[in-house]
């Protein structure tokens, strides 16, 4: 028994890992769609639809570990730390409406 719980230990803290570095590439590409935004190109629709896609993925990957799973490895802080990550990257897209510079449009700057 204590050698199965090793492994779902080993198992979800790889998950977390894999999931919390996700979530921070995440905010670097936020960052990056932000500066490009503001330097005055235009919007990126496909960009933000596929980190939203991104960001769907992470959440549904959280969820399909279960309470018990997450409690018996002793992982529920890490659990929760990789949820905040997910849901903070969640919010940031939400907030992220590239708006469309004149310059780019090839109106006057």
Not at 65 to 84: I, N, Y
Not at 91 to 98: G, I, R, S, Y
Request: proline share 5%; charged share 20%.
């Amino acid at each position: 028994m204590g050698q199965v719980i090793v492994l779902k230990h080993v198992r979800l803290a790889k998950a977390f890992q894999a999931i919390e570095s996700a979530a921070y590439s995440l905010d670097g590409e936020l960052h990056s769609l932000r500066a490009l935004s503001a330097a005055g190109l235009p919007d990126f629709p496909e960009e933000a639809a596929m980190l939203r896609a991104y960001v769907r993925t992470l959440t549904v990957l959280l969820q399909a570990m279960t309470p018990d799973e997450v409690e018996d490895a002793g992982l529920s802080d890490r659990h929760a730390k990789a949820e905040a990550t997910v849901a903070r990257c969640a919010a940031n897209l939400k907030a992220f409406t590239p708006t469309i510079h004149p310059a780019a449009r090839g109106g006057a700057a």
